[in-house]
């Protein structure tokens, strides 16, 4: 890389790690920058998704006066995210890349509209029993999002909301604060596979480290302040531009 394409992916770090902490699809800029710098797909990929953990941890960390009481829930939904996380990282390296790219899409629309309706739906679903804790289908749900995220990662945060909008009776800026831990649970554990199966760039790996770990931070400070109404006007334009993206690449 020359020095001005690693200013460019410290930089699409940054704005990548304050994404994911806000909302997620924060993938949808580091991993096209790498793909620019030169960088092949699944090594751009894989390369990607261990940088973007420390922008995870700094992200969560700036969460932390939200995450009070919701420690057994994330106790509850970690495992979920970990063996999804597995699963996901299997099928990206056995399949075709390009592959998941029309489900992806779907997925995210799928999720935009359950941030959209999650207002209504919640006060339909408010007398339902078992909904402080989201029941069976949460946990199947932290599932798949985390195969989604081990898969490729875009997306992963915006899917999580969505479904913890319907299934949980919480605010949403404490339902984003979860996300941002499951998701760095997703994140982590791919990580640790790519790292002894997959082939990583170091440099890569350093310079969205070093953006993502800064983004995070401010995404947090910026993130906990938006209302509700803004937060999710940012969730659905954030989603349509990753579908856009995802579809024309």
Not at 215 to 236: E, H, K, Q, S, T
Request: glycine share 14%.
């Amino acid at each position: 890389m020359t020095p001005w394409e690693m200013v460019a992916v410290v930089a699409a770090g940054v704005v990548g790690g304050g994404i994911n902490t806000v909302v997620g699809s924060g993938s949808l800029i580091t991993f096209p920058t790498l793909l620019a710098v030169g960088l092949p797909p699944i090594t751009a990929n894989v390369s990607n998704n261990i940088g973007l953990v420390p922008g995870g941890v700094t992200g969560a960390l700036g969460y932390r006066p939200e995450l009070k009481g919701q420690r057994d829930r994330l106790l509850k939904l970690a495992p979920a995210s970990v063996a999804g996380s597995l699963a996901g990282g299997v099928l990206l390296l056995n399949l075709p890349e390009g592959s998941f790219n029309l489900i992806v899409s779907v997925l995210i629309a799928l999720s935009c509209a359950l941030v959209l309706i999650q207002p209504r739906l919640g006060r339909l679903l408010s007398a339902r029993p078992g909904r402080a804790n989201g029941g069976p289908w949460l946990w199947l749900g932290a599932l798949a999002a985390g195969a989604y995220g081990g898969y490729f990662g875009a997306g992963q945060g915006i899917l999580l909301l969505g479904l913890m909008g319907i299934l949980l009776d919480e605010e949403l800026q404490r339902i984003n604060a979860v996300k941002n831990v499951l998701a760095l649970v997703v994140n982590f554990t791919a990580a640790v596979l790519y790292t002894l199966v997959a082939d990583v760039d170091w440099l890569a790996v350093l310079l969205v480290a070093l953006g993502s770990m800064i983004g995070g931070f401010l995404g947090a400070r910026v993130g906990r302040r938006l209302p509700a109404p803004i937060l999710r006007v940012v969730i659905v334009c954030i989603g349509v531009v990753a579908i856009v993206k995802l579809l024309a690449g």
